[in-house]
């Protein structure tokens, strides 16, 4: 496949030096720009490491990792990045952790300080099409957990990133909220057209939001399995119900049961 | 009386009480005033000697602040480089540890040597004494960023430099007011060390002086002058931390 944006190689990483733990092995994936890419697998089974790869920090012991038709040598500057904890700087405004990636990515940087109205309009329409209108001035703590993850995603996306990472960025919410920011992330990635990569061990969420779901072994992680999932889009919560979801579900199951070694 | 009203008073009658009680229990058992004055010997002491008083007070004062602001810088420098570098924390925390645990009046002798009596060994010894605290926070806030925060921030590409500016130093700002308190209170007692030993000026030569003279109420006033400074500067530092780090103190816990 030629046409992928994120493509990991062959790849394989170890931590912590000779005779460190083998996180992954012959880890090979290829994602699609504008692709929503779903990884399952058991925990401790290398997504994280997956993700770490993919953006650039850290770098494979052997195998490539090409994002955007480069080769990763130093932090891809085009990723954006939400995870299970949404790690909002306590002291600033909801709306100043928004723009925080601003700061930091050319060309915004050296905009900001000039066209500085603009991005906080922008930044607050981000906001509320998450949810959050009016809720900038407040500080994260002053926030629940699911809107900090709401302010999170903001974070992630502002700088309009053409890859998006998610690192379980829904596990520590109630089963509702987590639904309810399942279609904050649909309506978002069906805006705007950016490449995700989502790490999770929940299936449906993966079943409900991906293009295609990749199931990773336990450690070290490889891809034991790829599903496309082809229900049309605009999904709604209601597909999680139809029987093509739930089938599409308990195949993914088996391979996860496959991939711990249990039977 | 509500519970509110009374916690309120508490302070003022305690502090009251704890001064009628020194009076009367010095009259009942016929202290010598050698031994003890009584509140009102001291407080007539302290009006006798106002003029010398405040202006030793006021000369302990600025040897402390020109310590602690030494401190404050040395120690923010220091701690942002023990921070932001595993080898520079590693390799010097020793020395830190090791000089740290010399107490500081064995200091005094020999910067009485290199700079003479004065001023000084009592700035230096006020130095000394209090940049410690101030290091070991302010690198402790640094080395305690989560690690999700530095990959948030790495993916778009961030500097070090980046880093240290937008998390590493407001995220270590608690740590380092936190720690003022404490230096404060440090510097306080290193430059009266270095007073009462080696100036001619300060709080801490009246009281050698005093001292001398076998002038105890003048001994006490002195301590009075001391505690009502140092209340002081603490309460200025407190204020200033709550100020600056209004945002790290919002748990209910903290505050009540």
Redesign the interface.
């Known amino acids: 496949m030629n046409d992928a944006f994120v493509r990991l190689d062959h790849v394989q990483h170890v931590y912590g030096g000779e005779g460190g733990v083998l996180a992954v092995e012959d880890l090979t994936i290829a994602v699609r720009e504008g692709e929503f890419a779903a990884v399952v697998g058991p925990s401790g089974c290398g997504k994280s490491t997956l993700m770490?790869l993919a953006?650039?920090?850290q770098f494979p012991r052997a195998g490539s990792v090409v994002v955007g038709g480069e080769k990763v040598t130093?932090?891809?500057?085009m990723?954006?990045?939400a995870?299970q904890?949404p790690?909002m700087?306590?002291?600033r405004t909801t709306l100043d952790n928004v723009l925080?990636?601003l700061?930091?990515?050319e060309p915004h940087r050296s905009r900001l300080r000039r066209e500085k109205a603009a991005y906080v309009e922008k930044a607050e329409a981000l906001l509320a099409q998450v949810g959050l209108k009016g809720f900038g001035s407040r500080?994260p703590?002053q926030l629940s957990g699911g809107m900090q993850q709401r302010a999170s995603l903001c974070?992630?996306l502002i700088?309009e990133p053409r890859l998006l990472?998610l690192d379980e960025p829904f596990a520590a919410l109630d089963a509702f909220t987590r639904e309810e920011l399942w279609c904050v992330i649909r309506d978002l990635h069906a805006a705007k057209k950016f490449t995700v990569i989502l790490v999770t061990h929940d299936l449906r969420e993966a079943v409900f939001l991906a293009d295609r779901v990749f199931c990773m072994s336990a450690r070290p992680g490889r891809i034991v399995a790829e599903r496309e999932v082809n229900m049309p889009r605009p999904r709604d919560l209601d597909v999680t119900f139809s029987a093509e979801f739930s089938d599409i579900v308990h195949e993914l199951r088996g391979h996860i049961r496959e991939a711990r070694g249990v039977h | 009386m509500t519970q509110k009203q009374k916690i309120a008073l508490a302070p003022w009658v305690f502090t009251i009480g704890f001064f009628l009680l020194w009076e009367v229990g010095c009259r009942v058992f016929h202290v010598s005033s050698f031994v003890l004055p009584t509140p009102l010997a001291v407080a007539k002491a302290m009006w006798e000697y106002r003029t010398q008083l405040s202006f030793h007070s006021f000369h302990t004062l600025w040897m402390t602040l020109a310590g602690f602001a030494i401190a404050v810088v040395f120690g923010l420098g220091m701690g942002l480089l023990l921070g932001s570098s595993r080898i520079v924390h590693a390799g010097t925390y020793p020395l830190l540890v090791g000089f740290n645990a010399i107490p500081k009046v064995a200091v005094v002798p020999i910067l009485v040597i290199w700079f003479g009596v004065g001023w000084m060994p009592a700035v230096l010894t006020a130095f000394l004494i209090s940049f410690f605290p101030i290091v070991v926070n302010v690198a402790t806030g640094l080395a305690t960023i989560e690690p999700e925060t530095e990959d948030v921030l790495k993916a778009l590409g961030a500097s070090k430099l980046d880093i240290m500016t937008k998390v590493g130093l407001p995220r270590s700002m608690p740590y380092f007011f936190g720690s003022l308190k404490v230096a404060i209170t440090l510097a306080y007692v290193g430059s009266v060390i270095a007073e009462y030993n080696a100036s001619k000026y300060g709080i801490g030569n009246l009281m050698a002086r005093a001292s001398a003279d076998f002038n105890v109420p003048l001994l006490f006033a002195s301590l009075i002058a001391l505690a009502v400074l140092g209340v002081a500067m603490y309460a200025v530092t407190a204020w200033i931390e709550g100020r600056m780090t209004g945002w790290a103190q919002r748990s209910g816990f903290a505050a009540n």
């Open positions: 770490k953006t650039g920090l130093r932090p891809v500057k990723a954006g990045m995870f904890n790690v700087l306590p002291w925080l990636p700061e930091i990515v500080f703590w974070r992630a700088h990472m």
